[in-house]
């Protein structure tokens, strides 16, 4: 599938879903930041699509990344990100998140009550489960809960980590 065909507004995904739904076919959604796509979100999305038939990643919009991690962020702009999501093979969807950030870090609330996907996917340490459990309960929407786990072959990393190497890279440069 041609990787623009996986880049959906909230009004074609919740037809798409609709369909697939009437297919029999167990929705997934998962979201994230993914501002700097490392093997830790690869792994993290081979998981989620373990719990159905088709994988709907969530990405985070700028603005509320700007919010969540602070002035500097995001990297990589959101269409650049959504872009290397949806190119990915275990996904089949993507979307941006809504603007709003609830309690809990929920920046999707939207989302999950127009698609009602079978399956929300969580990191198993998201410091929002209790907010978001609430909201799949309310919603009839079956929570699952991944850890963040990394294969012996690969190292773990993640974004504010690559920054950090990055950052520190820049300073011994210009301290020369």
Do not use: W
């Amino acid at each position: 599938m041609e990787i623009l065909n996986k880049i959906l507004d909230l009004k074609t995904l919740d037809y798409k879903i609709k369909n697939l739904k009437s297919q029999n076919k167990t929705i997934v959604f998962c979201t994230g930041c993914y501002d700097i796509l490392q093997p830790g979100h690869v792994i993290f999305f081979n998981q989620c699509r373990q719990f159905g038939d088709v994988l709907i990643v969530g990405v985070g919009r700028d603005s509320t990344i700007k919010e969540l991690k602070g002035e500097n962020r995001p990297v990589n702009p959101e269409n650049n990100r959504i872009f290397l999501i949806a190119s990915l093979e275990n996904v089949d969807y993507t979307v941006l998140n809504d603007k709003d950030i609830l309690p809990g870090k929920i920046d999707f609330a939207e989302i999950l009550k127009i698609i009602k996907p079978n399956v929300f996917v969580l990191n198993n340490d998201d410091l929002g489960i209790k907010e978001k459990s609430e909201l799949c309960e309310k919603l009839n929407i079956q929570l699952k809960l991944v850890s963040r786990t990394v294969p012996p072959y690969l190292k773990p990393t993640s974004s504010t980590e690559i920054l950090k190497i990055r950052n520190s890279s820049l300073k011994c440069l210009t301290n020369q």
